[in-house]
């Protein structure tokens, strides 16, 4: 059995800029299961398991914590060459790194990512039995950095009430000038 692994290099990274960019992120919020925090790790699943993904905890039922969100997400989409990420989920939106471009799929599997914006950098073969393959890709750093100045615009205007809300099927992308691939695109 495997056990809980420390965040990889990218996650921590992620998180790290997320929290010093947008305060409101290093809090708390109250679930069933106690307080927890916004940016979460271990927060189940095989991709948390080892360290390669992170949940950011901005509920859709809350109409600033969605627009903080879809914002959020539409910066993940547009470095996504930079942070190298395998997989966005929010709400019922899937964005997965393809080469060089983003493919845009309806996600229909749960609805558990109504609360949550989740990014993984997992490759097949990341785990084999019981021994973890770190990707590559889980490996990077500089994207914090990099992004620094848009996450502080984003926190400026969000914490000014100056953000709308994305249309996520579309935004993200067209923000990102990349060509999107897949049948099942909206």
């Given at each position: 059995?495997?056990?809980?692994?420390?965040?990889?290099?990218?996650?921590?990274?992620?998180?790290?800029?997320?929290?010093?960019?947008?305060p409101m992120l290093t809090q708390?919020?109250?679930?069933?299961?106690?307080?927890?925090?916004?940016?979460?790790?271990?927060?189940?699943?095989?991709?948390?398991?080892?360290?390669?993904?992170?949940?950011?905890?901005?509920?859709?039922?809350?109409?600033?914590?969605?627009?903080?969100?879809?914002?959020?997400?539409?910066?993940?989409?547009?470095?996504?060459?930079?942070?190298?990420?395998?997989?966005?989920?929010?709400?019922?939106?899937?964005?997965?790194?393809?080469?060089?471009?983003?493919?845009?799929?309806?996600?229909?599997?749960?609805?558990?990512?109504?609360?949550?914006?989740?990014?993984?950098?997992?490759?097949?073969?990341?785990?084999?039995?019981?021994t973890i393959n770190i990707p590559?890709?889980?490996n990077i750093t500089g994207f914090?950095?990099?992004?620094?100045?848009?996450?502080?615009?984003?926190?400026?205007?969000?914490?000014?009430?100056?953000?709308?809300?994305?249309?996520?099927?579309?935004?993200?992308?067209?923000?990102?000038?990349?060509?999107?691939?897949?049948?099942?695109?909206?």
């Open positions: 059995m495997i056990e809980q692994q420390r965040p990889s290099p990218a996650v921590n990274a992620l998180m790290r800029e997320l929290g010093a960019t947008i708390t919020y109250q679930d069933v299961r106690g307080r927890l925090p916004r940016l979460q790790y271990k927060s189940g699943g095989t991709s948390h398991l080892i360290g390669i993904a992170l949940d950011v905890v901005l509920h859709k039922r809350v109409p600033n914590h969605r627009i903080l969100a879809h914002h959020l997400v539409a910066l993940f989409v547009r470095y996504a060459d930079q942070m190298r990420w395998s997989q966005i989920i929010y709400e019922q939106s899937n964005w997965v790194r393809r080469g060089n471009s983003v493919q845009y799929l309806i996600y229909t599997r749960d609805s558990r990512h109504d609360s949550h914006i989740h990014i993984d950098w997992w490759k097949t073969g990341a785990i084999e039995g019981n590559a890709n889980a914090a950095q990099t992004m620094r100045n848009d996450l502080l615009q984003v926190s400026n205007l969000w914490s000014n009430n100056q953000l709308t809300i994305l249309d996520l099927p579309t935004d993200p992308l067209s923000m990102r000038l990349v060509q999107t691939v897949g049948s099942r695109m909206r």
